[in-house]
């Protein structure tokens, strides 16, 4: 996003990428452009303003599937019920286009969802984008834009100088601003100024502040036969989104007990060839588990079946990323200056798919 939105002002771009295609957080999300979860005020606005770019950057890169589908997050009980009216009550309800819905309601706008619930809060904000193929998609308007964007896949960053980057060839490549979009990776080229400055929470008296990461567990079936047309959301992902943090939100249940302890809530999102990505756990201690939990797996699936009211069709992948998110603070996501003319961008958490036009767009203000 950064290339992209370097490119819209004129500035000409050498994009290194240390893989031969992006393998990272950007290409494992779910790809949801998602306002309705978001804190209010400038967390909020960010989304806002990233969920304008997106949809004029895929009027230019159609390939990256852009389409305002909204969500739907599903309530199973009177208390997940009582915590979405209250949030649909609040002053930035209209900005986020939310509306509660009854079980009727939410089967009118979304027919595919023929299981058992008690209503729903409609999110007309939200949107999706392709996550396995936006990447591409982007670099082609890139290069469509002239010789003025350079793609270097299996480059890696491995040393700064002010303005300067070399390359693991021993290539230097030099510019008015080096952007360092290193993601989860905490060593490395960003390693030292990390260490040195103190910004990971993992830090010797960061007291939890500062950057950590995240793993999460997703899957993704064939295609479903039906059509869903938007995203869905269980009333878990009411207990993870600041947005719901409402006066009634301490009444709601607990968790089941497996969603309790992998941080589990439901997330389904409709691929373009009719497969469901759904997802997801949340861990946060490391060293993080290598292997992929088969009861969390259990848990999503029983979900999505029983708001879908049908068998799900068979699993065809599983994977687990790994994002940074900046955690005790205010900010919404890293930025330092790591050499003069050289910014760290990294830690936006699980708002990164959403968010970064936007946070690329600040960086070139
Ligand atoms: C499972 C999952 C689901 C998510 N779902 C959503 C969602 O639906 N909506 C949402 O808004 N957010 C979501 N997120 C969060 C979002 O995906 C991330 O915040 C975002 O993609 C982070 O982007 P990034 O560019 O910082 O990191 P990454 O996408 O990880 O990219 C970092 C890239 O830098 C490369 N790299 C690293 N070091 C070097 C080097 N030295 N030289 C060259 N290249 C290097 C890596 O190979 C990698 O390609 C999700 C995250 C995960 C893991």
């Given at each position: 996003?950064?290339a ?15 893989e ?13 452009v ?8 400038p ?11 997106w ?15 909204g969500?739907?997050?599903?309530a ?44 729903g ?32 896949p ?29 993601g989860?990776?905490?060593t490395?080229i ?31 079936t ?14 878990d ?13 301490p009444?709601?249940?607990p ?111």
């Amino acid at each position: 996003m950064h290339a992209v939105l370097a490119r819209r002002r004129g500035l000409a771009v050498t994009h290194l990428e240390r893989e031969p295609e992006g393998r990272g957080a950007s290409v494992r999300n779910f790809g949801l452009v998602w306002v309705s979860g978001r804190r209010a005020g400038p967390e909020l606005a960010l989304a806002l303003r990233a969920r304008e770019l997106w949809e004029s950057i895929a009027a230019d890169a159609p390939g990256t599937g852009f389409r305002p589908h909204g969500s739907l997050t599903i309530a199973s009980s009177q208390a997940e019920l009582a915590v979405m009216r209250e949030a649909a009550d609040l002053p930035d309800a209209k900005q986020r286009q939310f509306e509660v819905l009854s079980a009727d309601g939410v089967r009118e706008v979304n027919p595919a969802l023929q299981g058992e619930f008690l209503g729903g809060l409609w999110c007309r904000a939200d949107a999706i984008v392709e996550p396995r193929v936006a990447l591409p998609a982007l670099r082609s308007w890139l290069s469509s834009t002239g010789p003025g964007y350079e793609w270097l896949p299996g480059h890696e960053a491995v040393e700064t100088a002010a303005n300067g980057v070399r390359d693991h060839l021993g290539q230097w490549h030099r510019g008015d601003l080096v952007v360092l979009c290193t993601g989860a990776n905490f060593t490395g080229i960003a390693g030292p100024h990390l260490a040195e400055s103190g910004a990971l929470a993992s830090a010797p008296g960061a007291e939890g502040r500062g950057l950590r990461r995240v793993r999460l567990q997703m899957l993704q079936t064939l295609p479903f036969p039906g059509r869903l047309t938007t995203s869905i959301a269980d009333g878990d992902s009411l207990r993870y989104y600041p947005a719901y943090n409402v006066p009634s939100l301490p009444s709601l249940p607990p968790q089941a007990a497996v969603a309790a302890a992998n941080r589990a809530q439901l997330l389904l999102v409709q691929r373009l060839d009719g497969s469901l990505t759904i997802g997801d756990t949340h861990e946060y201690d490391e060293p993080f588990g290598f292997d992929v939990k088969e009861d969390a797996y259990d848990h999503l699936l029983d979900r999505a079946s029983a708001l879908l009211g049908t068998a799900l069709p068979r699993v065809q992948r599983r994977w687990a990323g790994v994002y940074s998110e900046v955690t005790g603070t205010s900010a919404l996501y890293h930025r330092s200056v790591v050499k003069p003319g050289v910014v760290l961008v990294t830690g936006p958490g699980g708002r990164g798919m959403t968010c970064s036009p936007a946070i690329a767009e600040e960086t070139f203000l």
